[in-house]
């Protein structure tokens, strides 16, 4: 069956949801978490799109973004699921799909459902009982907001 083409627009907003393949963990620790993070904030400089949320769940990720100038959504997360995949494969001396399929994506024209969406995202944890409350998750944008509730990309806060 052929798969039909995504269609993506510049500047605009979409929630991204990519699984492990068969519902299976792909994170084992945090050295995982971490390079994952380490991946998206690589990408995010040099192919020039912003993030506004994310989690990293056992077995999923949730991502809300905007595709800057340079590359669709679709080369972006391509090359995001590529180098965690070759970098899984490798650690732990196994191969083919980390991924269940395509990621999956949703534009977001709404302001009111984007801002809904932040809170779905970052309350992904607290639903599955991972923890009592958004920012107590190590692995979400809820813990890199600053104090004024913006949101910080900073890895350094998580590699220690």
């Not at 800057?68 to 080369?75: A, C, L, W």
């Not at 391509?78 to 799909?97: E, I, P, V």
Request: with cysteine; net charge positive; glycine share 4%.
């Amino acid at each position: 069956m052929n798969e039909q083409q995504r269609v993506f627009f510049d500047k605009v907003y979409y929630h991204i949801t990519a699984r492990g393949n068969r519902r299976e963990l792909i994170w084992r620790d945090d050295r995982d978490r971490f390079f994952y993070l380490s991946k998206l904030e690589e990408y995010r400089k040099c192919l020039k799109f912003e993030i506004f949320a994310y989690v990293l769940m056992p077995n999923h990720v949730h991502l809300a973004i905007a595709a800057g100038p340079i590359k669709t959504i679709s080369h972006i997360m391509q090359r995001l699921s590529l180098s965690y995949a070759k970098y899984y494969n490798n650690r732990y001396r196994t191969c083919g799909h980390l991924w269940q399929g395509r990621f999956h994506s949703r534009v977001i024209t709404d302001e009111n459902y984007f801002s809904n969406l932040i809170a779905y995202i970052e309350g992904n944890p607290v639903r599955a009982k991972l923890v009592d409350a958004p920012c107590n998750y190590m692995w979400s944008s809820a813990n890199a907001r600053d104090n004024e509730s913006r949101f910080v990309v900073s890895l350094s806060s998580i590699s220690n």
